[in-house]
């Protein structure tokens, strides 16, 4: 399995990006999915997950009502909107998937075993 993303990129304060991310090879074994970011000096942290179906979706309370996270199976992508964008949005992101589905807030505590390599994502003030 192998995890791609796209669309990171220098963007103002109050813009908005759109990630993406591709599942390459073994699709059928990535569930539950899901956004990581990580900022200088900082720890990687889950942002935004979603179960296998679409049904439910987590999300940390700093993007809470701004990103919103998506995934098409046909297409075997996920997507992560982000509007509202400020400076301490600025990080590495990174696709997550996991061999395991998860519901609702359980999400949060979902564990992940597949990565992608990471976008940047700078917010300019």
């Known amino acids: 399995v192998q995890l791609v993303e796209s669309g990171g990129g220098v963007v103002q304060s109050g813009g908005s990006l759109r990630l993406s991310c591709s599942v390459r090879?073994?699709?059928?074994?990535?569930?539950?999915m899901g956004w990581f970011r990580q900022a200088p000096g900082k720890e990687r942290e889950l942002i935004a997950a979603i179960d296998w179906r679409g049904e439910y979706t987590h999300y940390t309370d700093s993007v809470k009502g701004r990103f919103a996270i998506a995934r098409d199976n046909a297409k075997n992508t996920i997507n992560l909107q982000m509007n509202g964008l400020k400076s301490e949005d600025t990080a590495v992101y990174y696709c997550?998937?996991?061999?395991?589905?998860?519901?609702?807030?359980?999400?949060?505590?979902?564990?992940?075993?597949?990565w992608g390599q990471g976008t940047q994502v700078t917010v300019s003030s």
């Open positions: 090879g073994r699709a059928s074994d990535v569930y539950a």
């Open positions: 997550a998937g996991s061999q395991g589905d998860c519901q609702g807030y359980l999400c949060a505590e979902q564990r992940f075993e597949y």
